[in-house]
Structure formats: C-alpha cells, structure tokens
C-alpha cells in the first residue's frame, strides 16, 4: 500500500521561504513520478511541480509558470523523500499542498493515482 505523508508547512511571512517533505512509502519510489500540488480555498487543485525518472540517473522537472524560479523540487531516493523548496513566497501561494506519485511521466494535465493528506502553507502580507 502507498503512502505519502507530508510535513513541513506553516505559517511565513510574505518573502519568506519553506521547505515542504514527503515521505513515500510502498512502491519503488527511484522510479516514480513525484509532484507537488496545491488548493487553494475556491480555487482549482494546480501543478507545482513535478520530478520524472527519466532512466538511469537521470530526472526532470518541470515547474508551474507561477513559481518558476522561486519554487525548487527535488528527491533523495536513500530516503524516499521527495521535497519543495519555497523562496520569495507570496500571499498567493496560500493553499494546501499534496504531494502526488505515479508511475507514468508527467504531463500536461497529469493525475496521479497516490496522493498524501496535504500540509497548509500560509503567508502573510
């Protein structure tokens, strides 16, 4: 059975930063899709960003327009984690994230078929 469990949210200041874990447990987690996602009260569910096994060693990313150069994804497989650094965080990345996994490759309108419980992020103005 798959399990994620997110940590690391809370509450920051606008301009400030977060880090966001998941820990994945229940499949071979080198070689899944892992992504961030986020709701917002009103809003639909969106892509934040997303790390695919690309073979071998290699992974890409790919980022939501939104938080392109401010958001970083990355995942250590010795501890199946995969995280979500936050920088120069605004009052509109207020939401609940989720983490996500599958093992089919990102794309467009991707949806994955695990999901975790989600942790809030707020910031303030």
């Known amino acids: 059975q798959v399990q994620l469990v997110e940590s690391g949210g809370g509450l920051v200041q606008s301009g400030g930063s977060l880090k966001l874990s998941c820990a994945a447990s229940g499949h071979t987690f080198s070689t899944y899709t892992m992504g961030w996602f986020r709701q917002a009260p009103g809003k639909e569910r969106e892509s934040v960003a997303a790390?695919?096994?690309?073979?071998?060693?290699?992974?890409?990313?790919n980022y939501a327009d939104s938080v392109k150069g401010r958001f970083t994804i990355s995942r250590d497989n010795t501890k199946n984690t995969v995280y979500l650094q936050m920088n120069s965080l605004k009052p509109e990345d207020t939401a609940v994230y989720h983490c996500?996994?599958?093992?089919?490759?990102?794309?467009?309108?991707?949806?994955?078929?695990?999901w975790g419980q989600g942790t809030q992020v707020t910031v303030s103005s």
């Open positions: 790390t695919t096994w690309g073979g071998s060693r290699t992974y890409y990313s």
């Open positions: 996500a996994s599958d093992r089919s490759a990102y794309r467009s309108n991707w949806y994955p078929l695990y």
